[in-house]
Nanobody
Framework: QVQLVESGGGLVQPGGSLRLSCAASGSIFSINAMNWYRQAPGNQRELVAT???????NYVDSVKGRFTISRDNAKNTVYLQMNSLKPEDTAVYYC?????????????????WGQGTQVTVSS
């Protein structure tokens, strides 16, 4: 099993910054994509940013130029630096990881989710 533990959420004023972290631990052979999603009340969960093991990153249009995803593969950790925050960024942010498991003659991939961390942007 794999656990994803997020940290770094909180209350910030518009224009402020926050840095989210997500550390994966457990039975991990390797991790392909690590992603950040968010879900605001009454809305569907939205993919915010993606980081592949090859170094490719992608962002939803609404955060381009303001958010930066990065990862430390040695620590199985992904970060989301959020700058110039807006009230519409308020949501619960979830970490997601596509993990490769290799065992006794068995190889499979499985998706894991963190518990979520609240980000509130308000004056």
């Amino acid at each position: 099993q794999v656990q994803l533990v997020e940290s770094g959420g909180g209350l910030v004023q518009p224009g402020g910054s926050l840095r989210l972290s997500c550390a994966a631990s457990g039975s991990i052979f390797s991790i392909n994509a690590m992603n950040w999603y968010r879900q605001a009340p009454g809305n569907q969960r939205e993919l915010v940013a993606t980081s592949t093991s090859g170094g490719t990153t992608n962002y939803v249009d609404s955060v381009k130029g303001r958010f930066t995803i990065s990862r430390d593969n040695a620590k199985n950790t992904v970060y989301l630096q959020m700058n110039s925050l807006k009230p519409e960024d308020t949501a619960v942010y979830y970490c997601n990881a596509d993990v490769l498991h290799v065992g006794l003659g068995v190889t499979f991939r499985k998706d894991y989710w963190g518990q979520g961390t609240q980000v509130t942007v308000s004056s």
